[in-house]
């Protein structure tokens, strides 16, 4: 997204920032803006879904894995989505906690679901959620 694009974005008043500031907002767009990613292949079905998530797969974006979530509506419910997130949450475990991509990192239990937490804080603002299990810590702004 350019300048212009988040700023009439976030200008939007049909918009929602989740009750985040304008600045916290713009941060985070700009920060997570990268349409450069690539999938990976892998063993498993590359589509993965339930009633939380449309889609979930692992991505190699700009040299880093990430796994890539794409939420559904419920993170669009504040308070509902910080009651189901961990719900939603263990779905995402189960399901990818045990990939080599994620058990290559000690840290990634933790991490993982801090950035996770991060986005669902932020709810739709930007989506997919793309969690990075090697970063042991992460950046509250850009949730990676």
């Not at 767009?29 to 590359?46: D, T, V």
């Not at 090697?134 to 702004?141: D, W, Y």
Request: charged share 20%.
């Amino acid at each position: 997204m350019t300048s212009s694009q988040i700023d009439s974005w976030v200008n939007d008043p049909k918009q929602n920032i989740y009750g985040h500031s304008r600045e916290d907002v713009i941060a985070y767009l700009r920060a997570n803006y990268n349409p450069s990613y690539s999938f990976m292949s892998e063993s498993k079905s590359s589509t993965w879904s339930n009633r939380w998530f449309s889609s979930g797969k692992w991505i190699n974006r700009s040299g880093l894995v990430s796994l890539s979530l794409m939420p559904t509506d419920w993170v669009t419910v504040p308070h509902a989505a910080y009651a189901t997130g961990p719900k939603a949450w263990e779905t995402v475990k189960s399901r990818f906690g045990n990939d080599k991509e994620w058990r290559k990192y000690p840290w990634a239990d933790e991490s993982m679901l801090g950035q996770f937490k991060c986005h669902v804080g932020y709810g739709k603002l930007k989506v997919p959620y793309n969690l990075e299990p090697s970063r042991e810590h992460f950046n509250p702004i850009t949730c990676n």
